[in-house]
């Protein structure tokens, strides 16, 4: 039973536009949202979290939007450049000492 | 640089045979995570480690071990591989166990079994 979901396998976007990568989860317990991404031939790397406590977080031209009420988050990436092209995780824990859950990833590709 | 490094890239092995595979770390992390992670799925936690307390996920079946002899080294050993235990291998660490704390994953290793 897949408590978080990225229904998106693939998502093809053009350089300089916005990418938009969802993440839906069915587990109300979690409170902590991460986004990993990963390159080919490397491991997941630390993007961006979100704490339950907000609805936004940003970093640089990375922002992740939190709906609780949907159980819903999303990454936006604007703009989009031809090295964010990899495979995004994201990745949701609750309160407590209990490890992460993952998604199963969108790859992002970015077209010059 | 500060990293995880995970011994080999590629391992190769047949149907039933032992395999050992390896993961180390310079962060001086408490926490040691082993996922397996096949084509298109998402990445699923085996074990982790919390310094030398040994924490097994329920469905993990028992033909995977793990050892952590010291801080910096982690081994998964797998007993009797199957077919469909081929899949990649990550190791990952944090500083401490909580919902915020970040995992550093190492590149990996593509087991495949013949």
């Known amino acids: 039973d897949q408590q978080v979901k990225q229904n998106s396998p693939s998502l093809s976007v053009q350089e300089g536009r916005i990418s938009i990568l969802n993440c839906d989860y069915t587990?109300?317990?979690?409170?902590?949202f991460l986004w990993y991404k990963k390159y080919p031939a490397e491991g997941p790397t630390f993007l961006i979290s979100i704490s339950s406590i907000k609805d936004k977080n940003e970093d640089g031209r990375f922002t992740v939007f939190l709906n609780k009420s949907a159980k819903h988050l999303s990454l936006h990436i604007v703009p989009s450049q031809p090295g964010d092209s990899a495979v995004y995780f994201c990745a949701a824990s609750n309160q407590g000492n209990t490890p992460l859950v993952f998604g199963k990833g969108t790859r992002l590709s970015v077209i010059a | 640089d500060a990293m995880v490094i995970q011994n080999p890239r590629y391992q190769v092995t047949q149907f039933g045979k032992p395999v050992t595979l390896s993961c180390s770390q310079t962060?001086?992390?408490?926490?040691m995570y082993w996922y397996q992670q096949k084509s298109s799925q998402a990445p699923k936690l085996l074990f982790h480690?919390?310094?030398?307390?040994?924490?097994n996920e329920a469905d993990t079946p028992d033909n995977f071990q793990s050892r952590r002899p010291n801080t910096s080294f982690c081994f998964l050993d797998i007993r009797s591989p199957g077919l469909g235990d081929a899949a990649m291998y990550l190791c990952?660490?944090?500083?401490?166990?909580?919902?915020?704390?970040?995992?550093?994953f190492g590149s990996g290793t593509q087991l495949s079994v013949l």
């Open positions: 962060l001086n992390h408490n926490v």
């Open positions: 990952a660490t944090s500083r401490d166990m909580g919902r915020s704390e970040k995992l550093f």
């Open positions: 587990n109300s317990m979690f409170d902590y």
């Open positions: 480690y919390y310094d030398k307390d040994f924490n």
